[in-house]
């Protein structure tokens, strides 16, 4: 069983910081790729970012330049650093994990199959 737990997140104004994190824990957790993906109200979810085993990162338009995500390997984390912050990112923060496959629905981002409970992240005056 794999297991994917995100925290950081929080209501901050807009121009602030957050930096959001996943531990990923599991016997048989041999991914691929890693990844961030969001979900605003009425809206369907999107990737956010993600990166590959390969060193592949990919992005979403709308958080390049504002937002970086990064891992470490040995603990099994990942991590989104993300800055300058807009209402319009506010939403649910999912991470994500494939479980060595590729393409699927959000491609280039993660074949997501394994997913955190969600960290809320909040951009308001």
């Known amino acids: 069983q794999v297991h994917l737990v995100e925290s950081g997140g929080d209501s901050v104004q807009p121009g602030g910081s957050l930096r959001l994190s996943c531990a990923a824990s599991?016997?048989?957790?041999?991914?691929?790729?890693m990844g961030w993906f969001r979900q605003a109200p009425g809206k369907e979810r999107e990737g956010v970012a993600a990166?590959?085993?390969?060193?592949?990162?990919h992005y979403t338009a709308s958080v390049k330049g504002r937002f970086t995500i990064s891992q470490d390997k040995v603990k099994n984390e990942i991590y989104l650093q993300m800055s300058s912050l807009t209402p319009e990112d506010t939403a649910m923060y999912y991470c994500?994990?494939?479980?060595?496959?590729?393409?699927?629905?959000?491609?280039?981002?993660?074949?997501?199959?394994?997913w955190g409970q969600g960290t809320q992240v909040t951009v308001s005056s």
């Open positions: 990166i590959y085993t390969s060193g592949s990162i």
């Open positions: 599991g016997d048989t957790f041999r991914p691929n790729c």
């Open positions: 994500a994990a494939d479980r060595g496959t590729y393409g699927g629905r959000w491609f280039p981002f993660c074949d997501a199959k394994d």
